[in-house]
């Protein structure tokens, strides 16, 4: 089931084009990746799908409502990447707050709990951690009980310890039933959580598809790196089918190829009676995969 649907989706504000026709559409239940350099679109393009913002053309669906509707209020939570609450509340009167804003509101210390907040509840947001500030944006946009979760750049400047902590947050936001739209652009958060990616650049959809779907449209290649034990000529590997390229980096070989080149490179070497030291073998990922396709990384403006 088709829960967001954005057909040529444009915004712009003054002589800044922000949006230049997106087009995607989420389906229920999966982790649907917004993924993008600075300055994309990205955050635009979600404020319009939460109704915050009114499109200049192009039409958005949510759960098939215009997004302004006042009944998706309850059926769409919200995380945005500038969400603050005053420095001197506390955790338990954002939660009371919020959640009488809701009819028929989740049980916030139940939440809380889930989301390890109880021992916070009597501690101001001033005082709370990166990764507690957090958690408490998840609780408030979880509180209404939503089909629907947006949450906009969720783990910028926190801690490595914090941010994967979050990552299993949101994991288990997926596991209460709801459909989760993740905007960032961390690669490594987008390949571990995300069913789908929709990858945007300068406000338009360069590509949607799975992680590794995303890669493999980009390179099926492989990549060896070693020190070799003894010197060696570049020809003893260029020779093989299986093989693209060699270059070195100071005493380090590394060969790009495709097919078995893990195996016809080691068998090669041991041919010649030649170790290598510091062996590694890697795979083309997704941050490959998004320079190829944008030109660049998801960090520039």
Known sequence: MTVIEIEELRKRYGDTVAV???SLAVEAGEIFGILGPNGAGKTTTVECVAGLRT??????????????????????????????????????????????FYPDPADWRRLAA????????GTRFGKLSGGQKQRLSIALALLGNPRIAILDELTTGLDPQARRDTWDLIGAVRDRGVTVVLVTH????AERLCDRIAVIDAGVVVAVDTPAGLVERVSAGQRVRFRPSAPIDDALLTVLPEVDRVTRHGSQVEVDGHGNLVQVVAATLAAHRIIAHDLRIEQAGLDEAFVRLTGRGAREE
Do not use: H, I, N, Y
């Not at 006042?70 to 001197?88: M, T």
């Not at 889930?114 to 509840?121: I, P, Q, R």
């Not at 961390?186 to 958060?189: A, I, P, T």
């Open 114 to 121: 889930e989301l390890g907040l109880d021992g916070k509840l």
């Open 55 to 100: 499109p200049d053309s192009g039409t958005v669906r949510v759960l098939g409502r215009d997004p302004r509707d006042p009944a998706l209020r309850r059926l769409v939570g919200v995380q945005l990447q500038e969400s603050r609450l005053p420095e001197k509340m506390a955790v338990r009167e954002a939660l009371e707050l919020f959640s009488a």
């Open 20 to 22: 230049a026709g997106v």
């Open 186 to 189: 961390f690669m490594e958060e």
